[in-house]
């Protein structure tokens, strides 16, 4: 295909309509370049074929399996999609009147944004939540800086966060963010935060403990409500990393074990729109005690059962987005809501850990397994035994693109020699993960045949085997 400068003619033009709108001035000349752009000239249908031939080369959960290990990288339902469309919703301005007189128009986006908000409490065991945030990292800074509040209203001198060594990036960065130090703690044999170093790490300095639960092992820590108490006895908060929530939905709440905040990613958990750049959400949920340091403003339900923001918020974090979040994520997140209701939610958790566990079975043998343990929502391999023989897990994630499927989470967690972080998510079935451990299977014997078909893949794709490390030190983005 014939790339879109390729298929410039000279004084081809795309459709032109008459218009009998007044041109605007023009462009002073001290302002115009002394050469002009250098732009394709086409017809639209070549522009439309061009572009649409490129969006076929787009991956996703339309097109095949997405394992990215705590990605959560669910299909998508397209009744949210529709819904969202609908110019009731899409139509709306954040700047419209909020309050009903006169204007009903506002009612609705804030009935989504407040029973949303209702929703998440109870599956949480949080006691409210704000939906400002714009993604989960943002969601994350949000908790962080309800910590902060909540010790400066109290004059605590807290300077330190635990944060366990298989924990995601942006928890040690949002800690770092809101001006703490980060005490890491090691994982034991069972794959778990070590609790006996935990305790040794833990003073009146700890303002918080941030952890995922499952962590990112796809392992659940049957310490966890010792460790909430622990923290609790040192006025230290319990943060929980909602990455992984998919896999305790409708069986387990963080509230109930003892967390304090929760922050929750609509666009893993919940079914909206995943990657791309954005746009997307990290609600965060608190327990009564720090309802009020919560973001300005709050989606109010008044005793006449209308809606409207309170901006009297004295102890509020302040300003933590514009306006209300982003509104279409969360009323996709609704949908999804309605449509599964209790008894949906809590199949998604059981499909989801029957599913990992499934796939786990299949692969343990292929592959080195670092924690033997019935899983979560997603487990962790290794290519550990395929690098003897020269392959990396970089390898095998390149093979698998020529099977069609998109490689799992590679390299992470880090406490993983060559790690493989799969999760197949509660929307694929049987057949579908049948044929991703067979691939998996005839990667693994390949690198014992043939290991230089594997080394050297991609092999039919548009683009083969890029070096890397010379498009990251000598990136070229023009055409």
């Not at 034991?188 to 070590?194: L, P």
Request: proline fraction near 6%; aromatic fraction near 8%; charge should be positive.
């Amino acid at each position: 295909m014939k790339i879109i400068f390729e298929k410039s003619v000279k004084g081809r033009r795309a459709a032109r309509f008459n218009s009998d709108v007044p041109i605007s001035p023009k462009l002073p000349d001290n302002l115009k370049k002394e050469k002009q752009a250098e732009l394709p000239e086409l017809a639209e249908i070549d522009i439309i074929r061009h572009f649409t031939n490129l969006s076929r080369n787009n991956f996703g959960v339309d097109n095949n399996f997405y394992p990215l290990g705590s990605c959560t990288m669910k299909y998508n339902p397209k009744l949210g999609e529709i819904i969202a469309r609908d110019e009731r919703f899409s139509g709306l301005h954040p700047i419209l009147p909020q309050l009903p007189e006169g204007n009903l128009l506002t009612q609705g986006a804030l009935e989504v944004i407040y029973e949303t908000g209702r929703l998440l409490s109870e599956i949480t065991g949080m006691d409210e939540f704000t939906t400002q945030p714009l993604a989960g990292a943002h969601g994350e800074l949000t908790g962080m800086m309800i910590v902060s509040a909540y010790h400066k209203k109290k004059r605590n001198k807290k300077t330190r966060v635990i944060i366990p060594d298989s924990a995601h990036g942006t928890n040690p960065a949002s800690s770092a963010i809101c001006g703490y130090e980060v005490t890491t703690i090691p994982t034991n044999k069972n794959g778990v935060m070590d609790i006996k170093k935990f305790k040794k790490e833990l003073n009146n300095e700890i303002a918080a403990v941030m952890l995922t639960c499952p962590n990112t092992l796809g392992l659940f820590n049957s310490d966890i409500g010792k460790i909430c108490k622990m923290a609790h006895s040192m006025d230290a908060l319990m943060y929980y990393d909602g990455a992984n929530l998919n896999a305790i939905l409708g069986k387990c709440r963080p509230g109930d074990i003892g967390f304090d905040i929760v922050h929750l990613n609509l666009h893993k958990t919940f079914a909206t729109p995943h990657g791309g750049g954005g746009p997307g959400a990290g609600p965060v949920g608190v327990k009564e005690s720090l309802r009020k340091f919560l973001p300005i403003s709050q989606v109010v339900k008044g005793s006449d059962g209308k809606y409207f923001l309170n901006y009297n918020q004295q102890d509020s974090i302040g300003y933590l987005a514009p306006f209300y979040g982003n509104f279409a994520v969360i009323l996709k997140a609704y949908i999804y809501l309605l449509t599964l209701g209790k008894e949906g939610l809590i199949k998604v958790a059981e499909n989801a850990v029957l599913n990992a566990n499934y796939l786990l079975a299949q692969l343990k043998k292929h592959y080195h397994l670092p924690y033997d343990r019935t899983c979560m929502h997603e487990f962790v391999i290794s290519a550990k035994r395929q690098k003897e023989k020269g392959v990396r897990t970089l390898d095998v994630a390149k093979r698998l693109l020529d099977f069609g499927f998109h490689p799992p989470t590679i390299y992470f967690p880090l406490i993983v020699e060559e790690a493989m972080m799969i999760e197949p998510t509660e929307t694929e079935s049987k057949e579908t993960l049948d044929n991703f451990a067979e691939a998996m299977i005839k990667i693994a014997r390949e690198v014992e045949e043939n290991p230089k078909v594997v080394k050297t893949a991609p092999h039919n794709l548009l683009i083969s085997r890029l070096d890397e490390v010379k498009a990251a030190r000598e990136l070229n983005l023009r055409w």
